[in-house]
């Protein structure tokens, strides 16, 4: 697969995904659709990580991580997202690492903030 069908390919899913990630928050499944957000922001990661190395990405959900194989500079509260959004994704899936549900005010919060960095990095293409 060249380079614009893997970018095009992560970037419908992070849209999607995003749109779930609405979804599930707006109808009170908060743990479920900060998992969603983070799957969105990662797939979007994805995209840029194929933009600045034409490599396929590699299998890994640290937004950290993917964030460094880019030349990306992210705000400070950007990346303070990243470190909020890690909480809810690969330790959510099992019982020893489950995180405490947040309140909708916060998941709100976090669902907007990921809506504005999901815009931002959009930009970046």
């Not at 893997?6 to 609405?22: H, P």
């Not at 890994?60 to 990346?79: A, E, G, P, Y």
């Not at 909020?84 to 690492?97: A, C, T």
Request: glycine content about 4%; hydrophobic content about 40%; overall charge neutral.
């Amino acid at each position: 697969m060249n380079d614009k069908k893997q970018i095009e390919y992560w970037l419908n899913g992070a849209t999607e995904d995003l749109k779930t990630a609405e979804l599930l928050v707006q109808n009170n499944r908060l743990l479920h659709g900060l998992f969603w957000c983070h799957l969105s922001i990662e797939k979007i990661m994805k995209a840029h990580v194929v933009r600045c190395t034409s490599e396929i990405p590699p299998k890994t959900h640290n937004l950290i991580w993917l964030l460094d194989k880019t030349d990306l500079q992210l705000s400070v509260k950007h990346i303070n997202l990243l470190g909020e959004l890690m909480i809810y994704q690969l330790e959510g899936r099992y019982p020893d690492r489950y995180p405490k549900p947040p309140g909708k005010n916060i998941a709100d919060d976090i669902l907007e903030l990921t809506k504005d960095l999901y815009q931002w990095l959009v930009k970046k293409f």
